[in-house]
Nanobody, 124 residues
Framework: QVQLVESGGGLVQAGGSLRLSCTAS????????MGWFRQAPGKEREFVAA????????TYANSLKGRFTISRDNAKNTVYLRMNNLQPDDTAVYYC?????????????????WGQGTQVTVSS
């Protein structure tokens, strides 16, 4: 088990950028596949991006590819989500998640550890 704490959310104007961070407590962070998801009011939680334990493999939601970048620093037990050219439709609570099991990494059910979420609000 790992505990996850997100940070870096806030209010930004359309076209702006943010970098979210998710820091994990516990050992063997590099054994965990990490994912970012988001949930807007009244909508289901949706996949944003995922990254393998080594950082060598990344996956993105097709609609976000090119604007969002996931990365990790295993020495700091931290995974990042860089978000560029933010739009009002990106407004949501962003969650990071971790799993050390195999699975279909784009679905929330594959992850057993979740952070509390960080709010991102994009104004037009």
């Amino acid at each position: 088990q790992v505990q996850l704490v997100e940070s870096g959310g806030g209010l930004v104007q359309a076209g702006g950028s943010l970098r979210l961070s998710c820091t994990a407590s516990g050992r063997s962070f590099n054994n965990y596949y990490m994912g970012w998801f988001r949930q807007a009011p009244g909508k289901e939680r949706e996949f944003v991006a995922a990254i393998s334990g080594s950082g060598g493999s990344t996956t993105y939601a097709n609609s976000l590819k090119g604007r969002f970048t996931i990365s990790r620093d295993n020495a700091k037990n931290t995974v990042y989500l860089r978000m560029n050219n933010l739009q009002p439709d990106d407004t949501a609570v962003y969650y990071c998640a971790a799993t050390n099991r195999g699975g279909y990494y784009i679905v929330p059910a594959s992850y057993e550890n979740w952070g509390q979420g960080t709010q991102v609000t994009v104004s037009s």
